[in-house]
């Protein structure tokens, strides 16, 4: 089982701290392809815990030690010094590599370790021009929700620390298991943001007219080599039109759309299903298992099989072609 250690520091802001109990502290094991979810130890200078945070069991800043993951809440203090203590296992941890993820201000506090030195990195966007100045060794990225660069994560402000917790579970779950947590939270899996964030988005908002019909009749037909001029036709605009919509209102536009459905449906016929690879590039509309493999690899990281080997329920229904 994935063990989170968040370390409740003295100046924890309450909004970020109970978005990660919430994710990593309540049982959602029905969720996972492997029955499982993650064992939350509430990380404080004393070791007691908070009574205030029913989530988890308890334990000193040196548990998160023992930890898979670590996450560090936002703070008030963006200019003081971090309880010393917290500061020194923070980087044990990176020098461990332990995947370590700050939510919102918490960056500040990552940052005071000296663990977002050279790496690119986030924080609430009011709070940006202050992370470059008191940190110029961090590469501070202001238009993106959260960025990821390996075993350091960190998310800009307030429910943008929900949407890396999110991606952590994909991450660790698989993308059925962060879509279907969305769901009961009543909240997107992935919002649009600024820049490439290195995750494919699985949902759309709801567009009740003949733009949210040819995204559903497209969904319906992604083993065709579909064209930007056929979701056009489909939706009655020019292909002008369809762009400065699909931007305005979907966030992204039309090609990279329809690509970043292909990798979805990709996602979930690995997890589904026991399919070939060669048979789910065929579904999804990539051509070959080259094709896909290097599109899949370019998204995620990973290769189709890894991904399988990672995130295949045990029910898994064979496929026919």
């Avoid at 499982?36 to 030690?65: H, K, M, N």
């Avoid at 020098?95 to 977002?116: D, P």
């Avoid at 559903?216 to 930007?228: C, F, I, K, N, S």
Wanted: charged residues 25%; hydrophobic residues 45%.
């Amino acid at each position: 089982m994935h063990t989170v250690g968040l370390a409740l520091h003295r100046d924890s802001m309450l909004f970020e701290t109970a978005i990660a109990a919430e994710v990593f502290g309540t049982d959602r094991s029905e969720l996972s392809p492997r029955g499982e979810w993650y064992d939350l130890i509430v990380c404080t200078p004393s070791g007691e815990g908070a009574d205030w945070l029913p989530q988890g069991r308890s334990g000193g800043f040196a548990a998160l030690l023992d930890a898979d993951s670590i996450v560090v809440p936002s703070t008030t203090v963006l200019d003081g010094e971090p309880e010393p203590e917290l500061l020194e296992v923070l980087r044990e941890a990176a020098e461990k590599r332990i995947r370590i993820a700050g939510l919102c201000t918490g960056s500040f506090v990552l940052a005071a370790a000296g663990l977002l030195d050279g790496r690119p990195a986030t924080t609430h966007w009011m709070h940006t021009a202050e992370l470059s100045r008191l940190h110029p060794a961090v590469d501070v990225r202001d238009n993106v929700l959260y960025v990821d660069d390996g075993a350091i994560l960190t998310s800009a402000g307030k429910t943008a620390a929900l949407d890396l917790c999110l991606h952590l579970v994909r991450l660790d779950h698989g993308a059925a298991a962060a879509n279907a947590l969305a769901r009961s939270l009543v909240v997107a899996s992935h919002r649009p943001g600024g820049q490439k964030q290195f995750v494919i988005s699985p949902a759309d908002p709801v567009i009740d007219d003949s733009l949210g019909a040819a995204l559903d009749w497209a969904r319906g037909h992604l083993d065709e080599p579909l064209t930007v001029d056929d979701l056009a036709r489909r939706a009655a605009v020019s292909s002008r039109q369809l762009a400065r919509r699909m931007l305005a209102e979907v966030g992204v536009a039309p090609l990279r759309w329809l690509h970043n459905q292909r990798i979805l449906r990709a996602q979930d016929l690995l997890e589904r299903t026991d399919a070939a690879v060669e048979i789910i590039a065929a579904r999804c509309g990539m051509g070959t298992a080259a094709t896909l493999r290097r599109h899949f690899r370019n998204e995620l990281g990973v290769s189709p099989t890894a991904y399988r080997n990672a995130f295949l329920r045990p029910e898994a229904p064979p496929i026919s072609r």
